[in-house]
């Protein structure tokens, strides 16, 4: 599922800035691996911890390997961690209000046109509630700095994009959610950017049924005949190729199958499922609809495997990277 305009990496003329997420993760190392795979594709700036950054890169870059050279990455060293005490792969609040500091001085570069997109590597959703930052992730976060009155979250590889209709919230809320003008909005941002921001030119699109056979018009659930299809009805006049609701199993086949360019996905693991399944490792998320392009890995912040840097795969942040740098040019074009 290619962009139809999808430009080459040559030019260092994009500035990519990237948090590199919980300091406590993996976030560091995937960070040091990612600049250094993509060493001249474009301009990097790299905001966190120094000391935290340089003891990952230190352990996980093969021997000899040095990091990218001053022209091609600026680090803005926060210091924002306590040497004594920082151990990787552990929960603390004072790594959660780090992550969030890093973001916070990402938009303050977006704001001031240093960097020209975001790129953010994983944060804990429970570090930042213990420091006080009551979120369920960047998305919102990131949603309520910029003053985004709406948000969709695009997630991706490289055989499907899925835009989800809700995010991070119960499957027990999941149905009082979705209504005819959340379901409408969603459709419409998604279409908008895949447009400019993938250079789609007549974007197709399938909405996924809730209920298992999309109800079997209303016999397992009431959903698709009160919400969706009214939904879909008013939008048609704008939106040529829009199909739905499809019982959710036939419309994934088909968008991977390639019959359409994004798929709504009604909840969360809706679409983390079979993008997971299909290529975790290039894996990316999107947030649509904020004043600049920011992407991120589809992968969490590994806590597990934090201490051992070699493990950690840069696949899913060097994709997120590569597709904010696309779909910055596109913009530009657009």
Known sequence: MRSNRAPTLKSPKIKVGITIGDPSGIGPAVTAKAVNALSGKAGFVVIGDKWV???AQSSCLPAGRAMLKAQNLEFIDLKNVDRKSFSFGKIRAEYGRASIEYLDKAMELLKKRRIDCLVTAPISKEA????GYHYSGHTEYLKEKDKAKDIVMLLLNEK??????????????VSSEITQEKLRKTVSIAYNSLKKLFAIKNPRIVICGLNPHASDNGLIGKEENKVVKPAIKRL???????????TADVAIYRLMSGCYDCAIAMYHDQALIPLKLSGFDKGVNVTLGLSFIRTSPLHGTA???ARKSKLAD??????????AIQCT???KKA
């Open 53 to 55: 950054f340089d003891r």
């Open 128 to 131: 930042i509630n213990l420091a």
């Open 160 to 173: 499907m994009r899925f835009a989800l209709a809700t995010r991070h919230i119960p499957l027990s809320r």
């Open 236 to 246: 048609r006049k704008a939106i040529k190729d829009l199909e739905g609701p499809i």
């Open 303 to 305: 806590f597990d495997i």
């Open 314 to 323: 840069p696949a899913s942040l060097i994709a997120a990277i590569k597709l």
């Open 329 to 331: 040019r596109n913009l």
